[in-house]
């Protein structure tokens, strides 16, 4: 099986711009989560999808959203960008059931390594 | 609230050594599952064990052991006869079903060296 795919690996931004990211799950994952990874602030939880629904938010200003297709596969959106928004951004699937999955570990992908200038 | 306390930020320690990476977890959730996951230094986060709030049994998997204890609320990790690929940051991550809804919430992280 194919794993968790990101794209794109690495970006570089400047200020007040917007960007994409791209998260594919593995085949049969119907949860996706978002996490920002820096030195400072660690992996900190941006949101998770289930079925196209956002089921739970982090406290991330309005700026970052996010969303889910059909699919599964999901692309989060980060708008007018900010320097301190440079950061791993990483996605990660997890097979859901009626339960949500809640108990299921969840598998990485590679990352998007975002900076801002 | 939820919170996952990693209290080592880096351990170093020489190949052959025993090593135990410490987690403490703050939840309100009676149904809660705890995890540790490793990442190499290539990035990539890779599961290793996932525990549920009821399963206090604890495991041996070759190198790797868990202690997990609820009376502590401690979930500790243990690597016997440590090896230089071992060298990676090892978090331990909590995901409660009631109040925590459906995120998981990563402790800061340990890094561990393993020198040959």
């Known amino acids: 099986k194919a794993g968790v795919t990101q794209t794109p690996r690495y970006l570089i931004k400047t200020r007040g711009q917007q960007v994409t990211l791209s998260c594919s799950p593995i085949?049969?994952?119907?949860?996706v989560s978002w996490y920002q990874q820096t030195p400072g602030q660690g992996l900190q939880f941006l949101f998770e999808?289930?079925?196209?629904?956002?089921?739970n938010k982090g406290n991330f200003p309005g700026r970052f959203s996010g969303r889910q297709f059909s699919n599964s596969r999901s692309e989060m959106n980060v708008s007018t960008l900010e320097l301190g928004d440079s950061a791993l951004y990483l996605c990660?699937?997890?097979?859901?059931?009626?339960?949500?999955?809640?108990?299921?570990?969840?598998?990485f992908g590679p990352g998007t390594r975002l900076t801002v200038l | 609230a939820q919170k996952v306390t990693q209290a080592q930020t880096e351990i170093s320690v020489v190949e052959k050594e025993d090593v135990t990476l410490d987690c403490v977890y703050e939840?309100?959730?009676?149904?809660?599952?705890l995890f540790w996951y490793k990442q190499p230094p290539s990035g990539e986060l890779v599961f290793l064990i996932r525990?549920?709030?009821?399963?206090?049994q604890n495991e041996i998997s070759g190198r790797y052991s868990w202690n997990f204890q609820k009376s502590t609320s401690s979930f500790n990790f243990t690597i016997t006869a440590s090896q230089v690929v071992d060298s990676a940051v090892y978090f331990c991550?909590?995901?409660?079903?009631?109040?925590?809804?459906?995120?998981?919430?990563f402790g800061a992280g340990t890094r561990l060296f393993v020198k040959a």
């Open positions: 991550a909590l995901r409660g079903v009631n109040t925590g809804g459906f995120k998981t919430i």
């Open positions: 525990r549920n709030s009821f399963d206090e």
């Open positions: 990660a699937s997890s097979s859901g059931g009626s339960a949500g999955g809640t108990y299921n570990e969840q598998f």
């Open positions: 999808y289930f079925s196209e629904t956002q089921r």
């Open positions: 939840t309100r959730d009676t149904t809660y599952y």
């Open positions: 085949s049969g994952h119907r949860s």
